[in-house]
């Protein structure tokens, strides 16, 4: 079981740059793979990012590729999401997720999100 804490929401102008944070619970962070999906109003939740165990794999969303860096630090329990030349359309609530299995788009344990607010 793992819980997880995202935080470094907020609202910033087109352009702009924030960095997500999530915290997670639990001595066995190191094993998990990690992402990041999202969800706009009227909205399917969406695949971001991902991260596996080593942070020596990285996935992203073609519409995010090039623009939002997905990394971790297992000392801190704690994987980030930078983004930055945010878009108005990148306006959704963020969440983090966790999977100890090695399929980097399923996941059993769900933050409870942070909202990010791209204004134009």
């Known amino acids: 079981q793992v819980q997880l804490v995202e935080s470094g929401g907020g609202l910033v102008q087109a352009g702009g740059s924030l960095r997500l944070s999530c915290a997670a619970s639990?001595?066995?962070?190191?094993?998990?793979?990690m992402g990041w999906f999202r969800q706009a109003p009227g909205k399917d939740r969406e695949f971001v990012a991902a991260?596996?165990?080593?942070?020596?794999?990285?996935y992203y969303a073609d519409s995010v590729k090039g623009r939002f860096t997905i990394s971790r630090d297992n000392a801190k329990n704690t994987v980030y999401l930078r983004m930055t030349s945010l878009k108005p359309e990148d306006t959704a609530v963020y969440y983090c997720?966790?999977?100890?299995?090695?399929?980097?788009?399923?996941?059993?344990?769900w933050g409870q999100g942070t909202q990010v607010t791209v204004s134009s």
């Open positions: 639990g001595r066995t962070f190191s094993s998990y793979y």
């Open positions: 991260i596996s165990w080593s942070g020596g794999s990285t």
């Open positions: 997720a966790a999977d100890g299995e090695s399929d980097p788009y399923e996941y059993d344990y």
